[in-house]
């Protein structure tokens, strides 16, 4: 009976605490009661391990305790209320109201309603993709495929809640066949370079070159070599500045993985995703963004905050 007691207040008391940390209550945790009540669940179960009939139930009731304790479950809760900004029940109004800022902390928000919007943007890059895809497809023979759907996600404000600015991510597509060989990659590179200045991105930096400043080390780690003529990875960037658009282009060249190691992380990848193995892949990034929809009700927003 002992048995059964021990392992029902384990399981109450367990559930309690999945409550408690479904709802972001993560003051309850470190309550006296929480611990009272974690004192209470630890006794009946150590109480019915001492009895012969008991002992299998209060060794569940003990798991179950030790498992899912007062410590563990209150960390998790702050992590998570961390991470949400979920502190409804002990914010004041004037935290609640912030928490719903348009904008982003510390940044002017006018700057949002005129650079480029979001739709700009993905149409930009729409165009400049599909050029850059025939071009390299008309003078290198590459064929291509769509490796990720593009997507959006809101972006925090610096207040615990979500903006009404959103981070784009493109389609990300990527060449079937590898890109092998230096003198046939810096080729392909610059002949990306030259589409996408026709709409007004940037000349392109190379992060993967010891030229752009990055310590030479970590430039090995990173991309699999010291210099691009032994790299595994190629990664080049540019930006429609002063609009919020980054363009990657990126190359994967498994015919310089010396190790294995890069093959083995490719393949687990395109497990995943479907991905080619290796090739170039073609990306457009963008942050903290306005969608022309939400434009008049974002501005409208600002008048509630000085």
């Known amino acids: 009976m002992l048995g059964w007691i021990a392992l029902c207040a384990a399981i109450a008391f367990a559930v309690l605490m999945v409550i408690l940390l479904a709802i972001g209550a ?20 150590i109480a019915a391990l001492a009895t012969k009939a008991g002992r299998v139930l209060g060794a569940v009731a003990l798991t179950i305790a030790l498992v899912l304790n007062v410590g ?14 979920s502190y409804d029940g002990h914010k004041t109004d004037k935290q609640k ?27 930009l ?8 895809r025939a071009r390299l497809t008309a003078e290198y023979g590459l064929q291509w495929v769509k490796s990720a759907d593009a997507q959006e996600r809101p972006e925090r404000n610096g207040y615990g809640g979500e903006s009404m600015l959103v981070r ?3 389609d990300t597509w990527a060449t079937t066949t590898p890109v092998t060989g230096y003198a046939h990659k810096l080729e392909v590179m610059q002949t990306v370079e030259s589409v996408i ?14 030229g752009s400043g990055v310590d030479p080390a970590m430039i090995s780690r990173m991309y699999g070599g010291a210099t691009p003529e032994s790299q595994v990875d190629w990664e080049w960037f540019s930006d429609d500045q002063p ?18 190691e890069y093959r083995t992380s490719r393949e687990q990848t395109a497990q995943r995703t479907g991905e080619p193995l290796e090739g170039l892949r ?17 501005a409208k927003a600002l008048t509630r905050y000085p």
């Open 26 to 45: 993560a003051d309850a945790f470190f309550g006296a009661t929480m611990l009272v009540l974690q004192l209470v669940v630890l006794g009946l179960a």
């Open 243 to 260: 609009d919020p658009g980054w363009f990657y282009a990126d190359i994967t060249d498994l015919a310089n993985d010396t190790t294995g």
């Open 72 to 85: 563990t479950m209150g960390a998790l809760s702050a992590i998570r209320v961390a991470a949400t900004g």
């Open 282 to 298: 073609l990306t457009v990034v963008g942050r903290y963004l306005l969608s022309e929809q939400k434009a008049d009700d974002f």
């Open 168 to 170: 784009f991510t493109s």
């Open 197 to 210: 200045a026709q709409h007004g991105w940037r000349g392109m930096v190379a992060f993967n070159d010891p």
């Open 97 to 123: 109201l912030w928490e719903a800022y348009p904008g982003i902390k510390d940044q002017d928000p006018n700057q949002y309603l005129h650079q480029q919007s979001l739709e700009q943007l993905q149409l």
């Open 125 to 132: 890059a729409d165009e400049t993709m599909a050029d850059v």
